[in-house]
């Protein structure tokens, strides 16, 4: 993170060095969709100031210098970011949870083949694996409304997150995360996109042949990974993960 733009605060510049760092390692987990989805983070001091990707770039060719500063009404901040582009539905899902959640520092939207999968099952993310039991009772459904154009289906966004769920499935579209900080919202996607693929790997020997853990069992669980305080392996993960981008892709801190 030593290059730092003379004009650019530093904590802002820590914001965007974690969240282009974010934005390569769902590139390298292939949980990416070309252009198309993407990564928020709210910056320090603010309530209605946040980065977004630059909608030109592959996510993993994303540098801290490329992440466009908007407000809530989609409004580029900076001056000189006018050849920027940023993505109308981005910012119609990320303003109205950065609006309404202040807790939530990092929004994640993702379009994987998993959790697209998983989206569109009647059943929605089954509690077979412990992955997934990281999410039981505290993971919230989205309808589909079409692309996410409508700044009304904000409302709904809001509303069916809930005041207190991290995570989120939108129907027959993705998955959506959001964390009190960058390594936690990587950690809240990072398991629920593995709890989807395995989903997909059990439901091809048929469901007759998946375990389902009793309820207490399920419940101990989710208990187990619900925390006030952000647990110290979330940070301990993310620091080695950065170490999966690092020595190949030290532009991302550029």
Known sequence: MQHRPAQVPAEEWTIRCELAALY??????????????????????????????????????MRASDLVKI????????????????NRAGFVIHSALHEARLDLRCIVHTHSRAGI??????????PISQHALKFHGHLAYHDYEGIALDTDERTRLVRDLGASHRAMILRNHGLLVGG???????????????????????????????????????????????????????????????????????????
């Not at 407000?71 to 901040?77: A, F, M, P, R, T």
């Not at 999968?117 to 089954?126: D, H, I």
């Open 24 to 61: 390569r390692l769902i590139a390298h987990f292939r949980w990416s969709d070309l252009i198309y989805t993407h990564i928020s983070a709210r910056l320090p001091g603010t309530r209605h100031q946040f980065l977004i990707n630059d909608y030109r770039r592959m996510f993993h060719e």
């Open 71 to 86: 407000d809530l009404e989609g409004q580029k901040i900076d001056a000189g970011a006018e050849d920027q582009v940023v």
């Open 117 to 126: 999968a998983v989206s569109a099952q009647q059943c929605g993310l089954l």
């Open 180 to 254: 009190r900080t960058v390594p936690e919202a990587f950690d809240h996607i990072y398991f629920l996109e593995r709890a989807c693929e395995a989903q997909l790997a059990a439901q091809s020997g048929g469901m007759e042949q998946i375990v389902m853990p009793p309820m207490a069992v399920r419940e101990h669980t989710a208990g187990q990974y619900r925390h006030e305080e952000i647990p110290a392996w979330v940070d301990m993960a993310w620091v080695a993960a950065l170490r999966l981008i690092d020595a190949e892709h030290s532009d991302v801190w550029t």
